[in-house]
Nanobody, 120 residues
């Protein structure tokens, strides 16, 4: 299983940006998909997580500005970011917990990260 993220880049403060992440490989069931972010020297922190059958969760710092959504037909999760500010500058990592077969346990997977830079 691989998670491939895309959509990062340089954006001006106040602008929007959309990240995408597609899970590929042998996938039976996805329990959750979402996004974390990490700044240099900092810890990786959750940004937005969409769990099947449960309310989506957002970090307080992005509530009202970021929206996460999933396309289950494509095994893809999106992060729509608006009103970006320099504090949102970080490497964004896609995250998923899924099963590859009905018999397997659920395992966590990470994407390679995509850099988002917000200029002031």
């Amino acid at each position: 299983v691989q998670l491939q993220a895309s959509g990062g880049g340089l954006v001006q403060s106040g602008g929007p940006l959309r990240l995408s992440c597609t899970a590929s490989g042998n996938i039976f069931n996805i329990r959750l998909m979402g996004w974390y972010r990490q700044v240099p020297g900092g810890q990786r922190e959750p940004v937005a997580i969409e769990t099947t059958g449960r309310p989506t969760t957002y970090s307080d710092s992005v509530k009202g500005r970021f929206t996460v959504s999933r396309d289950n037909t494509k095994n893809t999760v999106y992060l729509n970011m608006s009103s970006l500010n320099p504090d949102d500058t970080a490497k964004y990592y896609c995250y998923a917990i899924l099963q590859t077969t009905p018999q397997d346990a659920q395992f966590a997977y990470w994407g390679q990260g995509t850099l988002v830079t917000v200029s002031s």
